[in-house]
């Protein structure tokens, strides 16, 4: 007999007005079986539907809910549609292959995660349904039933569920790369930066209880959660151990310096040379003026200097000191600048003609200027200056700051050069505090350059500079000392030039303390000090100078940069202040904090400020 083609759902609409209960029960079971094809006439009846299903007595009330979440879902009303699959209870099967399925479950993860980042992160006491978590709970075991661990992993990571996360780790066939694959998703899904870093404690943890241990991701781990000690402790067992222990120690050598802040590497070769003495570390030879700069001289070399007798037994074999020149060359970033620096000058096709014909077109300054740019860019770190000592005599016509940026420039042109800094610069750099070297803007321009050469490199030149900052007399020169300083501490968080700076911005001189506020940023960069903001906003605030307000609105944001929420509280003081430059500080700070995260929230609100903040500097 052939299947009776209905071409309406009238008749069946109608039984639901029988009292009878299984008549009713019939009733809705055809109405499931066709809600898909005559959903518009069943949404006439609906309310008839819930009133059924908020009747407790009704024995099929689950029936009646999960006949009105198909409904509602037709209707395009997805949260109803979720409300109802949820009193639906067993009746809404999340195992069934449907289009209704799949995105009811998405509403219910959605709804699930925004619930549990309020309870979490925000640490907002709400309740979660318990129909709701039931739900998501069987979408987790069903991931796990049909082994898609990595899609359990992610999706626990959004709903803040660690536990169902470490269970997608353990339960996986191949855990090593499940762990690869969980170290790279973690750092990019959580933007909430103590959650992240209890998850990466987690991580370490169940990599510290494989059979074979990855170091490398180890140290990965400790270095967000700056651990510095730990990462200190491994590096000392594998350059005691194997050659094969030894490589590792390299290539985590290379990640540190790559990775990590100038700050967290100077703390690991403090701790490291204490039992693994550096063989190329020489008593250093302290200059006269060095010795009168005080604590200050003596804290800028102390790290790289000092050598510390080592209280172990330690080889000194040729082998054993070879392996651990090597070490520290890699960990002080000498061997990755080189590596660098051979492939810029390998690799230089630049076409100096283009420059050649720019020069000999345009009469403008600003091009001129353009132009001097153009070309540090495009021989950055190539040491190659033939555009410039072939048209010396065009160079010449540099005046007053494009003088500056000229002089700077040699500094990207030469970057990772530093052995021989100093030489290369040595006809611009002051020869003494009144300034008699190449003209001020010469000099203050050769001292930024100097921090360009040793950006975010800075041990073996931050003395030296200290030392002519403090000695210059002339604005500019202190100008490009305060620049030059704050490239080559970066991300150091030291103290004594924190101060050294902060005394040339209470100067409160315009061209100083522009460059002063940006250097600050500088030092501090990431560090996200509290002192350190409150000083320079609350100078921000008292400053008539423009420049140095616009110095320090770029300067608080480095401070934050990639600290993720720990910065939305200052973001919203910033940009709810009454001064412009402020909130354009707020602005930076949005930028450098979630730098590189594509964060949907930073991004709405850059665009809210976009289209409601009246005024051109936001």
Known sequence: ??????????????????????????????????????????????????????????????????????????????????????????????????????????QCLDEYVKLRIKIKDEKEAL????????????????????????LAAGMSLEARRVDFFVDSIK??????????????????????????????????????????????????????????????????????????????????????????SQSFLSKVIESLTVKLPNPDMKTPVKKPVEAATGEAGTDAMEVEDTPVPSPLVVSTSVESNTKRSHFYAILYGNSTIALHQEFLIRNNHTDIQVLKNIKEFVRYSITHNATIISNAVMCYGTTSDVFLRGNLEWLGKAQNWAKFTATSSLGLIHWGHEGEALKVMSTYLPKDSSGSGGGAYAEGGSLYALGLIHANHGHNIIGYLQEQLTAASSEVVQHGGCLGLGLAAMGTARGDIFDLLLQHLHKSEAVIGEAAGIALGLVMLGSANEEAIKVMIEYAKETPHEKILRGLAIGISLIMYATLDDADVLIETLLADKDPLLRRSGIYTIAMDYCGTGNNKAIRKLLHVAVSDVDDHV
């Open 1 to 106: 007999m052939s299947s009776i083609c209905l071409n309406s759902a009238g008749g069946v609409i109608a039984l639901l007005e029988e009292k009878n209960p299984t008549i009713k029960h019939y009733a809705l079971q055809k109405l499931d079986d066709i809600v898909d094809q005559f959903w518009t006439e069943i949404s006439e009846v609906v309310g008839k539907i819930e009133v059924l299903y908020e009747d407790e007595h009704f024995a099929d009330r689950q029936l009646a809910a999960l006949i009105s979440s198909k409904v509602y879902y037709h209707l395009g009303a997805y949260e109803d549609a979720m409300n109802f699959a949820l009193g639906a209870g067993d009746k809404f099967d999340v195992n069934v292959k449907s289009e209704y399925v799949d995105t009811i479950l998405s």
């Open 171 to 260: 339960q996986s066939e191949d855990t090593p790369s499940m762990l690869i694959y969980c170290m790279k998703i973690v750092l990019s899904l959580i933007d909430h930066r103590e959650f992240r870093n209890y998850v990466l404690g987690v991580l370490v943890r169940i990599f510290l209880e494989q059979d074979v241990l990855d170091y490398v991701l180890i140290c990965q781990c400790y270095v967000f959660l700056n651990e510095h000690q730990a990462v200190t402790g491994i590096l000392e067992n594998l350059m005691l151990g194997s050659d094969e222990d030894t490589l590792i120690a390299f290539q985590i050598a290379f990640d540190l310096y790559e990775n990590s």
């Open 127 to 150: 309740e979660i349904d318990t129909r709701l978590e039931s739900v998501v709970n069987r979408m987790f075991l069903k991931c796990f039933e049909e082994q898609k661990f990595k």
